[in-house]
Nanobody, 117 residues
Framework: QVQLVESGGGLVQPGGSLRLSCAASGSGFSMYVMAWYRQAPGKLRELVARISSSGSTNYVDSVKGRFAISRDNAKNTVDLQMNSLKPEDTAAYYC???????????WGQGTLVTVSE
């Protein structure tokens, strides 16, 4: 069983930055695919960024060049550095861990990011 705890959300002005962090408990973290999702009010949850066990990354087009996902396998953490934030980035952000064998998914409880004047 893996537990994920997100932190770092808050209120920020447009153009500002935030760094989200997700701490994972349990063993095997280095083998998991880790990802950040977000869900804005009235919208479906969407993938924001993903990082493989080898460190390969993928981003949704809307955040490319502004967000960066990273992981520290020694600390069992995955971070999302968010720069040049826009009001449309406002959402609840969720951390997800994917165990490949056997296939299992784990979600954190979410952290709220609000980008507003």
């Amino acid at each position: 069983q893996v537990q994920l705890v997100e932190s770092g959300g808050g209120l920020v002005q447009p153009g500002g930055s935030l760094r989200l962090s997700c701490a994972a408990s349990g063993s095997g973290f280095s083998m998991y695919v880790m990802a950040w999702y977000r869900q804005a009010p009235g919208k479906l949850r969407e993938l924001v960024a993903r990082i493989s066990s080898s460190g390969s990354t993928n981003y949704v087009d809307s955040v490319k060049g502004r967000f960066a996902i990273s992981r520290d396998n020694a600390k069992n953490t995955v971070d999302l550095q968010m720069n040049s934030l826009k009001p449309e980035d406002t959402a609840a952000y969720y951390c997800k861990a994917v165990q490949i064998i056997p296939l299992r998914e784990y979600w954190g409880q979410g952290t709220l990011v609000t980008v507003s004047e």
